[in-house]
């Protein structure tokens, strides 16, 4: 029997197939399948149209910090939507928002990093990072140090620069990046190591990769270097003990500025508000966030320059000249409000304690995955996780192309209510922060149904017989 909310259900996934561009999106099984349509949320939970409940493992997309449905922000919203919902913010005027959310962060982030630059998304703070690194060094007169080192496997954002600074390769698929000013090196993924170099040794040829691209390149033609702490999208790609700290000594050697892409790891995914500093030790020149910045309630991110890039652009060198960089909604007051009660609620439910306490148990609970014969790593630290799949544990070798293992997982667990984020041959987990003992053990338990599931696909498809 067909109720009213079937044909609305039918009418919108229809308008959405035939008019919706989506992001990311495989075209060619969209136009038959379509798109699940999700309705409302609670929590760690979203409910498709039919009802159905999920426990989000995803965390929307890396950035649902807080979990869904918090009251508190939805009135900060709506109150800032009523007051002022806009007003332009070039120079000769603010809001209380971002005046305060600016501030507010600037206690947050390490000592020196205090100048505080909005818009509305993680590619643009990090197109931002590049424009205003480069106009720095143009103020220097070092008019030749443009060019970005960044690193394969990296994810920093889809515009035409941030795509072109990302290293996975599968993603310029098809499209151009620009190969003139973007340098790749290599990952530091240390489960991918030669089987006999040690994690210190690994490091050192990551570390002196990095310099040999500096030296190759010439110093001179060198702005920057750009690194997410944990690469997310890349496969949460953990780097060994101390590569953070010397790559940036390399930099510092050669003058190359380090940006810090905290996309993912700012906002207490890693138990800090910003893990550079607390958690790598480092205090970078740049730091790019997004996210988990306003929790997802509404389009928000930063980019956070040292005082001492602010001293070199802030001087006009001719009279009326401007810092001619910003966008309509550069310090949205309603976003910035929304930013501003993230934080607030971060603080007050002591969000970055809990991911400290109860990171830990989700990582050793997520290791017991491990008495599955096609897990061949787990890693990630405290809420950005990875389930990396092989079909020999051994020689870690990769399924074929046409078993896309981690779409396999992934669909057994949305049978059995849980969301997670499939990528090629891994399995990646990012929930909401305020995720309990319990919902872990919910969590675990379905994973460990899932790849269950999984195994029996494969043996009856004569593919993994053990
Ligand atoms: N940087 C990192 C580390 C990311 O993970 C992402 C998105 O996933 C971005 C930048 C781009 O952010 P956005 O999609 O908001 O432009």
């Known amino acids: 029997m067909s109720t009213k909310t079937d044909l609305a259900n039918k009418t919108i996934w229809e308008q959405d197939k035939d008019h919706y561009i989506h992001p990311w999106t495989d075209f060619s099984t969209f136009q038959n399948e379509g798109s699940m349509i999700m309705s409302k949320s609670k929590g760690i939970y979203v409910y498709d149209s039919e009802g159905k409940q999920y426990i989000d493992g995803i965390g929307g997309l890396w950035c649902v910090?807080?979990?869904?449905?918090?009251?508190?922000?939805?009135?900060?919203?709506?109150?800032?939507?009523?007051?002022?919902?806009?007003?332009?913010?070039?120079?000769?005027?603010?809001?209380?928002?971002?005046?305060?959310?600016?501030?507010?962060?600037?206690?947050?982030?390490?000592?020196?990093?205090?100048?505080?630059?909005?818009?509305?998304?993680?590619?643009?703070?990090?197109?931002?990072?590049?424009?205003?690194?480069?106009?720095?060094?143009?103020?220097?007169?070092?008019?030749?140090k443009k060019k970005i080192i960044s690193r394969t496997d990296s994810y920093h954002g889809s515009t035409y620069l941030a795509m072109s600074m990302t290293g996975i390769t599968f993603n310029h698929q098809g499209f151009d990046i620009d190969k003139e000013l973007v340098h790749h090196i290599s990952a530091p993924n240390t489960y991918r190591r030669p089987i006999d170099m040690t994690e210190h040794e690994f490091c050192d040829e990551k570390v002196n990769e990095l310099e040999t691209k500096i030296v190759e390149l010439g110093p001179e033609?060198?702005?920057?270097?750009?690194?997410?702490?944990?690469?997310?999208?890349?496969?949460?790609?953990?780097?060994?003990?101390?590569?953070?700290?010397?790559?940036?000594?390399?930099?510092?050697?050669?003058?190359?500025?380090?940006?810090?892409?905290?996309?993912?790891?700012?906002?207490?995914?890693?138990?800090?508000?910003?893990?550079?500093?607390?958690?790598?030790?480092?205090?970078?020149?740049?730091?790019?966030?997004?996210?988990?910045?306003?929790?997802?309630?509404?389009?928000?991110?930063?980019?956070?320059?040292?005082?001492?890039?602010?001293?070199?652009?802030?001087?006009?060198?001719?009279?009326?000249?401007?810092?001619?960089?910003?966008?309509?909604?550069?310090?949205?007051?309603?976003?910035?409000?929304?930013?501003?009660k993230n934080i607030e609620i971060m603080e007050k439910h002591k969000i970055c304690e809990h991911v400290q306490n109860i990171g830990p148990y989700f990582e050793k609970q997520l290791k017991?995955?491990?008495?599955?014969?096609?897990?061949?790593?787990?890693?990630?630290?405290?809420?950005m996780m990875c389930i990396e799949c092989v079909d020999d544990k051994e020689t870690k070798s990769t399924f074929p192309e046409h078993i896309d293992i981690g779409k396999i997982i992934a669909s057994h667990c949305q049978n059995n209510g849980l969301f997670v984020r499939p990528i090629r041959n891994k399995v990646v987990l990012s929930p909401p922060l305020i995720l309990t003992k319990d919902n872990i053990d919910s969590i675990v338990s379905i994973l460990h149904l899932s790849f269950k599931k999984t195994m029996d696909d494969l043996s009856k498809e004569g593919i993994y017989i053990n």
């Open 65 to 144: 910090n807080i979990g869904y449905g918090n009251t508190e922000m939805t009135e900060a919203i709506a109150n800032q939507v009523d007051k002022l919902p806009y007003y332009l913010n070039f120079g000769a005027h603010t809001t209380p928002p971002a005046a305060t959310l600016a501030a507010k962060l600037s206690t947050l982030t390490p000592a020196t990093l205090n100048k505080i630059f909005f818009g509305t998304g993680g590619s643009m703070s990090n197109d931002t990072a590049i424009r205003i690194i480069h106009h720095y060094f143009n103020r220097l007169g070092q008019h030749t």
């Open 221 to 340: 033609n060198v702005a920057c270097f750009i690194a997410e702490p944990i690469m997310g999208a890349g496969g949460v790609i953990v780097p060994p003990n101390g590569y953070h700290k010397r790559t940036q000594e390399i930099c510092q050697k050669y003058n190359v500025l380090y940006i810090s892409d905290e996309v993912i790891t700012g906002f207490g995914r890693l138990g800090h508000f910003f893990s550079s500093e607390p958690t790598f030790d480092i205090v970078p020149d740049v730091i790019t966030c997004a996210k988990g910045i306003s929790s997802g309630y509404l389009p928000l991110s930063a980019t956070i320059l040292s005082e001492q890039i602010y001293d070199v652009i802030s001087v006009p060198q001719n009279k009326g000249e401007l810092f001619t960089h910003g966008f309509t909604y550069s310090g949205h007051p309603v976003s910035c409000a929304a930013g501003l």
């Open 368 to 383: 017991t995955l491990y008495d599955h014969p096609i897990v061949g790593d787990v890693r990630g630290s405290h809420f």
